[in-house]
């Protein structure tokens, strides 16, 4: 009732949330298009419409042990002597899903450009397993200090991003020296969804590179220059 109170309806309320995240976005970069705009919307229905579907079907409880799986760098934390290691799971949506059993110390970031909606449609729909999700986005990484993280997780998110180059430079820019990101995307998800809602950007390997494109775009990106293996 409290997320109802100031719409009238479900597709208002979608846009109430929406506007919260813009808002909060645009604090710091304006620059996301009309497209991506619109696409906050959608995503916040899909989500709603997918809760309520695994509701009907019994499967929501499964949210609530997602987090209690391995980390999925767990053989890369020996390489670091800090006592207390960082994550940065980038794009984790309402329910992030990263692994976080561990042997080490390890601090899970769960952040998210939609985190107030977010956070806000996991209360009022009573969903288990999210609820504390940060805001950011890989475009504003740069307000976060050099080195802050020595491992990143991006999941099928960087298609939904505004600007998919400048994330990933951004996301080396705050991993640790010897750090590890971990990509996992379908392969050209904006052509396979017809551009669709957030789908607006294309990912492949392509000559064992990284190939960003969308509609009048075409890059492909160097991570050797920047010191990585694929």
């Known amino acids: 009732r409290a997320l109802l109170r100031h719409a009238k309806s479900y597709l208002e309320t979608c846009h109430h949330l929406a506007d919260g995240c813009l808002a909060e976005i645009a604090q710091y970069d304006d620059t996301n298009g009309s497209d991506w705009k619109r696409g906050v919307v959608e995503e916040i229905q899909w989500w709603w419409t997918w809760i309520n579907m695994l509701r009907r079907q019994n499967e929501l409880q499964n949210w609530a042990t997602l987090r209690d799986m391995p980390f999925p760098f767990e053989s890369d934390c020996a390489a670091f002597s800090d006592k207390q290691l960082r994550c940065l799971n ?3 949506g309402p329910r992030p899903n990263l692994g976080e059993a561990s042997a080490y110390n390890v601090e899970v970031v769960n952040m998210d450009p ?3 909606a977010y956070n806000r449609l ?3 729909l009573d969903a288990p397993g999210g609820g504390d999700v940060v805001f950011g986005a890989v475009e504003i990484l740069d307000q ?3 080195g802050t993280f020595h491992f990143i997780a ?3 998110c960087l298609d939904h991003a505004y600007d998919v180059p ?3 430079r951004q996301m080396i820019n ?3 020296e010897r750090g590890v ?3 996992e995307h379908y392969e050209n998800e904006a052509e396979a969804q017809n551009y669709l809602g957030f789908h607006k950007w294309n990912i492949e390997i392509l000559d064992e590179k990284i190939h960003i494109w969308s509609k009048g775009f075409s890059e492909v990106f160097d991570h050797a220059a920047y010191g990585f293996d694929l």
Do not use: H, Q, R
Request: proline letters at 0%; a negative charge.
């Open 181 to 183: 990101i971990a990509l």
């Open 90 to 92: 980038i794009g984790c």
């Open 154 to 156: 991006a999941k099928n």
């Open 114 to 116: 939609l985190a107030s």
């Open 122 to 124: 996991m209360d009022f």
């Open 144 to 146: 976060l200090d050099t």
């Open 174 to 176: 705050v991993l640790e």
């Open 166 to 168: 400048a994330g990933l």
